[in-house]
């Protein structure tokens, strides 16, 4: 299969070009000068990867960028996609956790609501984006990712000089659940999801296995052999991200249902062999 994929160049595409490439497909990366209808040509699917980093102070021109990278940019891809004679027959297009908000104890699956803060209302305008293909007669599947583990990069690229030192703990009270994935499933996902033509719609990119934080950070500590004791305060937090501090001290205890039903069985399913692995490779 000859898939393309835009964002290649960040921590997930590095992995996932990887994967793909040694599972024997012929990889296109769709770079930022090209027109997005040229590089297109010959795919016969895409996976969208392109977005500015959401880790980071929320300003009024960081929250532009974020919405525009993902919403505008999926658009033009989408549009680009429809001026095509041969279409690829589908896209893989990223979305995230964030489409569901703060939702505390609440199990939640594909079919539960969206939230109503800033994140959740970028990721349903980026998933609305995506599916216009679909008027096309493009199969497509938004893949909503949990907090990515994996080495040379994510969202423990930062944290690991800190808990390496034994200065890391629990964010705010530790008890907001926290979905989770194994860059190896997420690769493994988008595998399955190119190969399983009965898959379409938002798909839960996460371990079937949720955590508190304070049991992540007590699992990342142990794996480091370092105590992980020293809780950072919900003001802390707040002070130095912002609205942005929300994404770490909020609960969503989300399930890969749809991944599930369709009969994924996921590489790395448990926490502490996914940060026994990292901490290993670091």
Not at 141 to 160: D, F, N, T, Y
Not at 192 to 213: D, E, I, K, Q
Request: aromatic fraction near 6%.
């Amino acid at each position: 299969m000859r898939i393309a994929v835009t964002g290649a160049s960040g921590f997930i595409g590095t992995h996932l070009l990887r994967s793909l490439s040694g599972d024997g497909h012929a990889m296109c990366v769709v770079s930022r000068s090209q027109p997005p209808r040229e590089a297109l040509e010959g795919a016969d699917a895409v996976v969208n990867l392109a977005g500015e980093p959401v880790a980071q102070r929320w300003t009024t021109a960081a929250r532009k960028q974020i919405f525009d990278s993902r919403v505008n940019g999926t658009r033009e891809l989408v549009r680009a996609i429809s001026q095509m004679g041969r279409k690829p027959a589908t896209l893989i297009s990223m979305s995230a956790v964030g489409y569901y908000g703060d939702r505390g104890e609440e199990e939640l699956s594909e079919s539960s609501p969206p939230g109503t803060d800033f994140l959740a209302g970028v990721c349903q305008a980026w998933e609305a984006e995506a599916l216009r293909a679909e008027e096309d007669g493009v199969r497509v599947v938004c893949l909503r990712l949990g907090v990515v583990i994996g080495p040379g990069g994510g969202a423990l690229s930062k944290m690991l000089p800190a808990f390496r030192l034994g200065l890391g703990g629990p964010l705010g009270t530790g008890r907001q659940w926290m979905p989770w994935v194994d860059i190896a499933d997420v690769a493994g996902l988008v595998s399955f999801a190119l190969a399983n033509g009965s898959l379409r719609g938002p798909m839960n990119t996460v371990s079937p296995h949720p955590v508190r934080n304070a049991d992540f950070t007590a699992a990342l500590g142990r794996s480091l052999r370092r105590p992980a004791i020293l809780r950072v305060p919900s003001f802390a937090l707040q002070l130095a991200l912002g609205e942005m501090s929300g994404m770490l001290l909020w609960g969503q205890k989300v399930f890969p249902q749809a991944a599930s039903q369709a009969g994924y069985e996921f590489l790395v399913p448990s926490v502490e062999t996914s940060l026994r692995r990292l901490s290993e490779i670091h």
